[in-house]
Structures are given as C-alpha cells and as structure tokens.
C-alpha cells in the first residue's frame, strides 16, 4: 500500500493545470547572465538588485572571513557563536539605517517568525496588511496575540479597525511590508505611522525590497519617506540588495537586548556563517560610499518599464524596480515563462498560490548588473514571445 499516493494525486492535478514545475539548475553565480544546460540566459528574476552578490570586494571579503574564522560559526549566538564580525556588521548596519540598535538574524523569514511573538502575547492585537509577505502571514500565526487584517493600504479601513479594537487591548502592533514584493507597490507609510502616533500603537515594516533601493544610498523606505525615529521596528534582509544571507532588525537598545533573550531563531539556530557576515559588511561599506549601483539599478528599471509600456504590456502599478508582467491564466502565466526561457530570458512565473486565482504575472526583477543590451534582448524576446501567445498586439 502507498500511503503517499495522495501525494502523487496533488502532483497530478498541478500538471493537469499546467502549473507544475522543475527546479532549474544555474551553473553560473547568479548575475546578469545566468547558464541552463549550457546555456547563456539572460536573467530577470533575481533579488540581486545591485549586483553586489558578485562585487570582486565583496567577493575577496567573504574568502578573508573564510580564512581568518573558518566556514561556520559553530553555534547559536547565545552560546559561542557571536564572534566579533557579527558585532561589527550588526554596528555599521546601525550606522547606515540611522538607527540606534540592528540584531542579525539567519534570514529575513527568521526575523518575522522571530519578533513578531517575541513583541507580543496573549492580551495584545496584531494588526496586518491583507498582502504582506508570506513569512510576516506565519510570523503572526505564532504569536498568542489576536489578529485582524486590513485591506491593502486602504488607511480608512485601519483606522476603523484601531477605532473598533485599540481600546480593548494592551500593545497593538501595525505589520506592514515596505515594498510589497508582488506587485512593486510601496506601503502609505507616512499614513500608518500617523495613525499610530494617534492611537499609542506600535509600527513594523518589512523592509525587505527596499533595503538598498530605496531612499539615500539605498537607505531603505523608511528613510525614503523621512521617517527616521518614527518607525518602532524595521526589518531588512542581507540576502537581497545587500547579495550575501540573512537578515537584520533595526530597533531601540531595550528591543534588541529583549530579542537576544527570547528571539527563538536566535536561542535554536546556529548563527551567520562568517562568509555571509564579512560580504555583508563589505556591501554595506560600498553603500555608504557611493549611491552609484542604487542610481544604476533605478536607470535601468525606468528603461525596461517605458519598453515594456511601450509594447504593450500590462505592467500594474510597480514603483520599484520590481516589475510585474500581467497575464492573469496560471496556465498562459507559466507558458510564456517557459517560451521566454527557450528564447534566452529567464523570467519566473508567478501563479496561485503565492498570488490569487487569474492574477499570475511574470515578476522581472531589474539589477544594477544589468547592461542596456540585455535589457533590449529581453524587450525583444518578451514583445516575439507575446505576440506569439496573444498576450500582446501588432
């Protein structure tokens, strides 16, 4: 008897669908140019929006925190494995957010699952934006505290609900993602900072998308919308823009002594390799320097977004780099990926359930590594490839 022969009946019905996928395998670092069985490809779809994942500094960084601490840290920072790199990235982290203390964690997920039930208990409110991130959703699932969700960035219906709820609760604490990594849409943070100035209740952003995008030098939203000392908590990832692992909480002191106590990935879960510690300082260096890459990433975005305007795509509401292609079927969605793809451009699909039912889109995500020629190549490509499927016209 195969008792996992439910499983085979889901993979089935995925295939019947026409969403079901396999892992492709890239035997290049993840650059401008991508390899697929040989293959050169242009590629559209990583988080390295700066090209910092390959930055020869970078690169000579992370082999002298190979060589002077070894390839891991050995164990949770609690016990031995805090070494004095993680202090000194955790120390320029807070110099370049302008903010008073940063904790580093393993990943960005790891922050979110982390503070988000280290902040809040049974007796208090969380208070979510209807499309936050996938690991802000299970973050929340973990706390004891209560939960409602506005509608997205729809500030009347989070008024209503701090108007019906806040009251009734100890700490009420907002969640909302910087950007939202969908669509490329930015949070009204000015607005929900206000309400929460009004109504004594606590502000976290997911700044994720925007660390290294947005604001001076990459600053992030928050600096963005000139809102240093107004947001309670801040969370930013080193895996994207800054192109190591991990990710990171900006915080007062008091916040940051309470998460090293009670922060679970923290307490059960070996620390940063050194690697990814000594390239993440590296980056962070680069971007207090110079703002060049966070110039080169916002040229590039706004060449590709007009071409793709001017084909005729539908691009939604994108302001960032993150550039979403609407195609709405799932089936239609992962084709033209796959039809891309054979063109020389890799573009993931994006369908149920990371997006709702009719809503796939192929999410572009454009790099400072880009060069003006494989940015036309892939405008090429997409314009032959949706004319080809009707997604487009003449």
């Known amino acids: 008897m195969n008792k996992l022969a439910f499983i085979d009946q889901k993979l089935d019905d995925l295939k019947k669908q026409g969403v079901y996928r396999k892992l492709p395998i890239n035997t290049k670092a993840c650059a401008n140019i991508i390899e697929f069985n040989g293959k050169e490809i242009v590629n559209l779809s990583a988080n390295n929006y700066l090209g910092l994942a390959t930055h020869p500094l970078v690169l000579k960084a992370a082999h002298d925190a190979i060589d002077k601490y070894g390839a891991g840290a050995g164990s949770v920072r609690t016990i031995v494995g805090n070494q004095d790199l993680l202090e000194e990235l955790e120390a320029i982290l807070a110099k370049f957010k302008n903010e008073e203390a940063v904790t580093v964690f393993q ?16 007796g208090d409110l969380i208070i979510s934006d209807e499309l936050n991130h ?34 009734s609760y100890q700490q009420v604490l907002i969640i909302t993602d910087g950007v939202f990594s969908m669509d490329g849409d930015l949070a009204n943070l000015p607005e929900i900072v206000k309400l929460a100035e009004e109504f004594n209740v606590l502000t976290y952003v997911d700044d994720a998308h925007g660390s290294g995008v947005l604001g001076k030098n990459g600053r992030g939203t928050v600096d963005h919308f000139h809102l240093h000392g107004r947001v309670d908590i801040i969370v930013g990832t080193l895996s994207k823009a800054v192109g190591a692992i991990g990710g990171y909480v900006c915080s007062k002191q008091n916040v940051k002594e309470w998460l090293l106590h009670r922060a679970r990935p923290l307490l059960f879960s070996t620390a940063l390799p050194p690697a990814a510690v000594g390239a993440a300082i590296q980056s962070i260096k680069l971007l207090l320097e110079s703002d060049n890459l966070t110039k080169k990433l916002w040229s590039n975005a706004q060449y590709f977004k007009q071409g793709m305007k001017n084909l005729g795509f539908d691009i939604g509401h994108s302001e960032t780099p993150i550039t979403p292609v609407m195609i709405g079927d799932e089936a239609l969605t992962m084709a033209f990926s796959k039809a891309l793809l054979e063109e020389g451009v890799f573009v993931s699909g994006i369908v149920f359930p990371t997006v709702p039912k009719g809503k796939g889109r192929l999410r572009v995500m454009i790099s400072a590594s880009h060069t003006l020629v494989d940015l036309a190549y892939a405008l090429d490509k997409f314009h032959k490839v949706g004319l080809r499927l009707g997604v487009i016209e003449n």
């Open 107 to 122: 990943s960005g997920l790891n922050c979110n699952i982390g503070v988000i039930q280290a902040l809040t208990d049974k």
């Open 134 to 167: 996938a690991s802000i959703i299970d973050g929340v699932k973990l706390s004891k505290a209560d939960k409602a969700v506005f509608k997205h960035s729809d500030m009347s219906d989070l008024r209503k609900i701090l108007e019906e709820k806040r009251n």
